[in-house]
């Protein structure tokens, strides 16, 4: 079970070999300077990568440790102690300046980070006593030539990417998922983040010997944001990737001059374009797709042959009865539409089968479970899924959290640090949401369900993409599912759904093919007349 | 120095009135920031670097047209406006439907590339624009304000009332506002709300050109101009109530009346920090900024 990134970590190796062993000593300097910056970019995934919280304070932490190691250095604290402080210090102030948004929005740590930043640039360009100012700092000492430094720098590295890797086990998604606080995760990201960069500039400092205000520039927070998103949100292998890449990048545009620059940009915007889940992303969604044909087309879809029975169902509330006895059957492998005009209960109905209301009177069987006393997230994992006319998802979960917590939650992970396989879910949750038209039923879908309920899944979509909609949906009948297709628009169910069903004041009214239905005159009189269609 | 006013408050004076030219292009700078932020709900990062793209517009145009700003007003804003809806096709089309942190990333790599290739074409160093009137100062008393100035002051006021009028009295403004605050129901009413957020852009951009032809004279364009900018404008619209148009102009003009106080009693890179230290303390007390928008209508 080989994966990219692990294999795309053995040729970085591989290429770090190559330069230790046959590279002159201004490549190595090169991978020695790739390695900072790869330590902030090792950092900022667990901000921006994983706590999903657009930090733009992570260049300024990186200039934070540059100049922590350089003005210490000048001061003659031994490295055993300037480093270290190098790390906290950045690390200190990134957990001062959280406290002020730690309870807000994703727009407001934004500014306050990109704040942050500027306070230090000015901190580096006028506070000329600490930082020199514009002229910086000269005579930090070096790790010597390029091996020592190269070595030095990329043994911290992997140590890096190896605490970055343990730090991600217990996933946030599936903590935001098992209700922990995000703004708590989000901060424990940007003050972990900001002493990996705090690291990042201490390397730097030492590599080249000394520190310029150019560290401080926004530039370098830009560059840190094209290493992440380039090589793969969220992936420590991606970050350092990206790094390599990047730091390369002016060596290998030397051709246009200084205005190589204009490349980052066009190529950072091409990658948003193209392939937003980055390099290492976009091969783990291309890449297990050959192999997964394999490995999940045999196991069928596990509840094969269990179809939906409703009987008597009654729902009043406060007196006023909207659903007076409704029975119908869901076959598996059918598609039956429910139409009906407005206040007709059809949202009544699928809100009592999926146990977000409780029938006054009435079963709801899925094969012979009785389901209408489980509350909705058993009724969810015994088999019966549904989506919502208006999805609204928690604050701060990404489409992907969403089908990754269902796919962890149907496989009975959903337990904070539980799932050590988060990856492979990821891998399917990308899959899921490239086959749904909407990320809601890319959700219900992760529940593998047997009865799928549908509630005007194609409000608000194009013609085109109806149509893919319904080829959606056929093919999940064709799996051996049962769907339930609320809808409003009869043009829609009409060559789709195999059964229709008619709802009318709180009762069935009609049950037949959608040219059936549509033929009948009291169908005609009470809803197709007024909906003119 | 006149008897009627003490020299310390006609210099206090004197820096409210020079902060007021200032606030008056952040204003615009910020409005143009709430219409995208309205329309789309993603944040424009580029927004400062439209206002350096006009700047240079500006100057380009001055050097072939040698007439007074105030003619090349609007061909600024003309050419501005459809570079707006060129901007909207490539950094809002193409990631309406993915969450709004990749239509923000795309503003940072689009407004990085206008960056460097101005970098390119231009250089780093500073270029004079035209101005609206020509050189000269007109005194108020002990007070006086540049030709400069003035012609800010008044260009940002015309062009915002222009603008409250074309938003609230106009049935495209209607619109506009009807397509930002229910894209759903106003696209199932027929209206034709992909135009509209790209007439939001083409709006917003035009706001941005003007604000830069009046910036490139008095203080000059580079091609990092913008950079400071949309730090104003994202401040203003943060402690103004994140989508309100009223509240990002009112934190413009107190951004630029504070910066320019302090700046005037210690120096500009003191007054940047206090700005930032003041923002903070003041998300601390009112999170919701000092005008705080409607719930709902929050990103």
């Known amino acids: ?533 | 120095m006149t008897g009627s006013m003490p020299a310390e408050l006609a210099i206090l004076a004197q820096l409210l009135l020079n902060g007021l030219a200032l606030g008056a292009a952040y204003a615009l700078v910020a409005l143009g920031f709430v219409l995208i932020l309205n329309a789309t709900g993603a944040i424009n990062f580029a927004q400062g670097d439209m206002v350096m793209l006009g700047g240079y517009a500006a100057v380009a145009l001055a050097r072939i047209l040698p007439v007074p700003g105030l003619v090349l007003l609007p061909l600024v804003m003309l050419a501005m406006a459809g570079f707006g809806l060129l901007f909207s096709a490539l950094a809002w089309r193409p990631f309406r439907q993915r969450p709004p942190i990749f239509g923000l990333l795309a503003t940072v790599a689009l407004g990085l590339t206008l960056q460097e290739a101005m970098n390119a074409v231009e250089g780093a160093a500073p270029q004079a624009g035209p101005t609206l009137f020509g050189p000269g100062e007109i005194r108020f008393g002990p007070l006086g304000l540049s030709g400069a100035a003035l012609g800010i002051l008044i260009a940002c006021l015309m062009l915002g009332l222009t603008q409250a009028w074309l938003l609230g009295r106009t049935q495209f403004g209607r619109r506009l506002r009807a397509a930002a605050q229910d894209p759903v129901t106003a696209r199932a009413l027929g209206l034709p709300v992909d135009r509209l957020i790209a007439a939001s852009f083409m709006l917003a951009t035009a706001l941005a050109g003007a604000v830069g032809l009046l910036l490139s004279g008095p203080y000059f364009v580079t091609p990092t101009a913008g950079n400071d900018l949309i730090l104003r404008a994202y401040i203003a619209v943060t402690i103004g109530g994140w989508g309100s148009l009223k509240g990002a102009v009112a934190g413009a003009l107190l951004i630029a009346l504070f910066e320019s106080v302090v700046a005037g009693y210690a120096s500009s890179t003191i007054a940047t920090a206090a700005l930032y230290g003041a923002v903070l303390l003041l998300l601390l007390v009112r999170p919701a900024g000092l005008f705080p928008a409607p719930l709902g209508r929050r990103a």
């Open chain 1, 1 to 533: 079970m080989i994966r990219p990134a692990p294999l795309i970590g053995l040729a970085i190796c591989g290429w770090l070999l190559a330069v230790l062993l046959l590279g002159s000593g201004y490549e190595q300097r090169l991978m020695a300077l790739a390695a900072a910056a790869a330590l902030m970019a090792i950092g900022y995934q667990l901000v921006f990568g994983q706590a999903g919280a657009l930090s733009l304070a992570q260049g300024a932490c990186f200039a934070i440790g540059a100049y922590g190691a350089g003005i210490l250095s000048r001061l003659g604290w031994p490295l055993w102690a300037e480093l270290p402080a190098a790390v906290l210090a950045p690390a200190a102030l990134a957990a001062l300046a959280h406290v002020p948004v730690r309870r807000l929005d994703g727009h407001f740590f934004a500014l306050a980070t990109l704040g942050f930043a500027v306070l230090v640039r000015l901190v580096a360009v006028d506070a000329q006593g600490l930082t020199g100012g514009a002229n910086g700092l000269i005579g930090v000492p070096t790790f010597g030539r390029g091996p020592g430094a190269m070595l030095v720098g990329w043994g911290v590295v992997g140590l890096a990417a190896a605490l970055a890797l343990w730090l991600k086990r217990g996933d946030p998604d599936l903590a935001r998922a098992s209700g922990l606080d995000p703004s708590r995760i989000r901060a424990r990201g940007f003050v972990l983040a900001a002493g990996f960069a705090g690291a990042g500039g201490a390397l730097q400092a030492h590599v080249l010997g000394l520190v310029s205000p150019d560290v401080a520039d926004f530039q370098v927070m830009v560059g840190c944001l094209a290493m992440v998103v380039i090589g793969g949100r969220g992936s420590v292998v991606g970050a350092v990737l990206g790094a390599l890449l990047i730091g390369h990048l002016p060596e290998w545009l030397r051709p246009l001059g200084a205005s190589y620059r204009i490349a980052y940009g066009l190529g950072l915007f091409a990658c948003l374009l193209v392939a937003p889940a980055g390099m290492i992303g976009t091969l783990e969604t291309v890449w297990p797709s050959r192999r997964a044909l394999g490995a999940t087309a045999p196991a069928p879809p596990a509840p094969v042959g269990r179809g939906l029975r409703l009987e008597g169902l009654e729902k009043s509330y406060g007196g006023i009865a909207v659903l007076r006895g409704v029975a119908l059957e869901i076959r598996p492998g059918e598609i039956v539409g429910l139409i009906g005009p407005n206040g007709s209960g059809k949202t009544t109905l699928v809100n009592l089968i999926s146990g977000l209301d409780r029938p006054d009177r009435g079963t709801i069987r899925l094969g012979d479970r009785p389901l209408d006393r489980l509350p909705p997230e058993r009724i969810a994992l015994a088999g019966v899924a549904r989506s919502f006319q208006s999805p609204a998802p928690p604050d701060r979960m990404s489409p992907l959290d969403l089908v990754t917590a269902a796919l962890a939650a149907r496989s009975g992970c959903a337990g904070f640090g539980a799932a050590a396989a988060l990856q492979p879910l990821h891998r399917q949750a990308r899959g899921l949401l490239r086959r749904s038209p909407s990320s809601d039923i890319a959700r219900a879908l992760a529940l593998d369900p047997a009865i799928l309920l549908l509630d005007e899944p194609a409000a608000g979509l194009d013609a085109d993409a109806r149509a893919r909609l319904g080829l959606l949906l056929r093919a999940l009948a064709d799996e051996g599912r049962g769907l339930l297709v609320v809808e409003h628009d009869m043009g829609f169910l009409m060559g789709l759904a195999d059964r229709v069903a008619v709802l009318l004041d709180g009762r069935i009214v009609r049950v037949g093919t959608a040219a059936e239905v549509r033929a009948d005159p009291v169908v005609r009189a009470a809803y197709l007349g007024t909906a003119a269609c």
